[in-house]
């Protein structure tokens, strides 16, 4: 009775070892590891090489011509330069949002609120103007965006309560 049970032993441990084995074969081949995250999130230098590569295309005569970039009042930092295809990355102290013009209407793609902030209300466009509200216990601020030129051109106001 010695051997077995020596050997029912035996046999669920090969039978655990090939089960293992298989499984950590296949995630192998999914490409996802057995412990770990399977991705990291991006460094702020990765999401601009990455904005960077998704706007950049040949300038459109229209965008050519698109004056200064608008200041951002907010204090949070500042809209940034608008790329030629139309596409433009405003950052805040309460959020960021991009917007993009399309045949003279102006559309917001996303917006995230900065940590402590929410978003309050948002119309996201197609329309003249697009804006979304971001708030938090002490701060307001809305970023509202027209298309001047085929370019998204942001205003931002900071709402005091």
């Known amino acids: 009775m010695n051997s077995r049970l020596l050997l029912a032993v035996a046999g669920w441990l090969l039978a655990a070892a090939l089960a293992t084995g298989t499984g950590v074969a296949v995630l192998g ?4 590891p057995l412990t770990g995250p399977a991705e990291r999130p991006m460094t702020a230098e990765e999401v601009r090489l990455a904005l960077a590569r998704d706007t950049a295309a040949p300038p459109s005569p229209a965008a050519a011509t698109t004056g200064p970039a608008p200041v951002d009042s907010s204090g949070g930092g500042t809209p940034g330069d608008a790329p030629a295809t139309g596409r433009r990355l405003v950052s805040t102290s309460a959020g960021t949002v991009i917007a993009r013009c399309d045949g003279g209407l102006v559309r ?39 298309c001047s030129g085929g370019v998204p051109v942001p205003r931002i106001t900071r709402h005091d309560d």
């Open 29 to 32: 081949l999914l490409g996802r």
């Open 108 to 146: 917001l793609q996303s917006w995230t609120p900065a940590q402590g902030f929410e978003v309050d209300d948002v119309d996201p466009g197609p329309d003249d103007r697009a804006r979304v509200k971001f708030e938090s216990d002490e701060d307001r601020l809305e970023v509202e965006v027209r």
